[in-house]
DNA sequence: GATTGCGATTTCATTATTTGAAATACCGTC
DNA sequence: GACGGTATTTCAAATAATGAAATCGCAATC
């Protein structure tokens, strides 16, 4: 975007690293110590920003402010600085834009088309919750749904029973690590080759246990076996100790638009493993049943 | 906090209404867009946030730019901005927040005491998930749970059955209105006179619909009542044709720490409230004997 | 195939805003 | 009562944001 064209009449000699143009540094600055503050369990003070962030404290102490008056932290009596309410606030914006139904996966750029879907129509995840739901009930473990999202896998809905806890680190709109689920796996292996291509460009293969596939042909290869047997395992190439299952959700055209999947600890492969294959498999052609009645389709 | 002292000796006249010291305007600036482009669903172009907060295009270009580089933002291709990714990721680590015991309510600063409480002990939420899970599946309702933090009710945990749906507008890490619905009313009826004269002090009591309380007297004398009969119901206080019922959650001492609730059609109230009444008071007096044993308690 | 309209992007000088060092205030502890 | 660790305030320097206007790009229209 930015061109950095011809420099500045000005100085702009002081700036350490190459700095971006088109940027609000201040803004900028206040937005890092936000996300600081948020990889901070307890919070920290105005010093502790300031001395982790290399800012002036004086500069830290007014950002504080500025994220401070308008929500988005709190401080505590101990002077310690923690995420506020403004956060949750924000997130269920974020939350009621997943709202959209999105058009499948293809080629990377079938998702500009989500600029022309209208708000406010039933989402995948509201119609397929019952779905999800029935599905972490029989299996008592945690079931999923994700979608294509510009380009990325996002995680839609989460429907955890009463005792499973979900996978650590994953949170509805988590996006990304496409190659080390299971959901990623289904979504990309019946995504189109041009599509692949262009996804494993703009993603390394970046590994999280010893499990995961990180080689480009090993996870062609993955991709071929789930698009062959209709769904996909993660054999804890997520999360040490757990496994995921999933399987492809069609509409009515069968063009795949989301995926069902569940995660267990992985001991439990072996045992349940073919039983729970059966039940993923059976809640993903439940949703495509439901997606094939009455689509409130727009661009049919 | 700012003193707004003596004028500075510079010009300071152009600044149009009174604006805060010690506030970083462009970052403001910046969160001001975050929070219209969070309240507008279809995503806003460059030019409409600059219409829309009247401010220059160039300026507004340059903040969006900001967002979008931090992940806050994304960029649809026809140009309207929504919210992006970096949003779900920073409610994640919200959600982690939670993740505390509170103190309950009393003196106003019982709070403060948060401020020492180590992070990462079993949260209330996550040790009472069973139980609202169950009280979900034998309603057939959704299912709450909220406590106190920083003086406020906050909402803090939602079970929702296959078919239900929560209450619009409410999410997890939702705070206020504690006058209009039963959450709120139980644990303010519950807390000590001089914190619910606090409460009062700093909240103004909004009407949300016809039927909202907004008299002070009448609010405390509803407390009053719903301290003697131990469960409070809101009877479309809050949102028009839901009603809720909601109970108290005692820890070992007998403080209340939390309470519990449901919310249905308040069409429900008189055919099927009694039978609510007594699910919810059994899943509070559940709740209450799960604090009750084994308390993972620092400050005893 | 050129024109128009609409909106995004870039430019650049002006000027207000942010910065940073240091002084000061605060609070709990020894 | 002094000390150590922080938070807050001050103020001049100078950096960084602003705004008007020019330019660019795209798509619809003539």
Redesign the pocket.
């Known amino acids: 975007?930015?061109?950095r064209?011809?420099a500045h009449?000005?100085?702009q000699a002081?700036?350490p690293s190459e700095s971006k143009r088109?940027i609000?540094?201040?803004?900028q600055?206040v937005l890092a110590i936000l996300e600081l503050i948020a990889r901070t369990p307890g919070g920290l003070?105005?010093?502790a920003v300031s001395k982790l962030l290399q800012?002036?404290?004086?500069?830290c102490?007014?950002?504080l402010n500025t994220l401070l008056t308008a929500g988005y932290v709190e401080r505590l009596p101990s002077?310690h600085y923690v995420l506020g309410p403004q956060i949750p606030y924000l997130n269920d914006a974020y939350l009621r834009t997943l709202t959209h139904d999105w058009p499948a996966t293809d080629p990377q750029e079938s998702w500009q088309a989500v600029a022309r879907v209208p708000a406010h129509r039933p989402s995948l995840s509201q119609r397929l919750r019952p779905i999800l739901h029935s599905l972490s009930e029989r299996s008592q473990e945690p079931a999923y749904l994700a979608g294509w999202r510009y380009g990325e896998v996002e995680l839609q809905a989460i429907v955890e029973p009463a005792h499973a806890e979900r996978i650590p680190g994953i949170y509805i709109g988590y996006r990304g690590q496409a190659h080390a689920h299971a959901l990623g796996k289904v979504l990309l292996a019946y995504s189109s080759p041009a599509f692949v291509e262009d996804y494993l460009a703009r993603h390394a293969l970046i590994r999280l246990t010893q499990r995961t596939i990180v080689e480009r042909t090993l996870l062609c290869e993955e991709l071929h076996t789930i698009a062959h047997q209709g769904y996909s395992i993660d054999r804890e190439e997520l999360h040490a100790d757990t496994a995921c299952l999933a399987a492809p959700v069609r509409d009515a055209q069968g063009r795949v638009m989301a995926a069902i999947a569940i995660s267990f600890r992985s001991d439990l492969l072996s045992r349940r493993g073919e039983w729970l294959i059966a039940q993923v498999l059976r809640a993903a052609r439940q949703a495509s049943a439901e997606l094939r009645l009455s689509r409130p389709c727009e661009q049919c």
């Open positions: 975007m930015a061109k064209s011809h009449p000005h100085i002081s700036s088109d609000l540094r201040s803004a600055r003070t105005v010093r800012l002036n404290i004086s500069t102490y007014h950002s002077g």
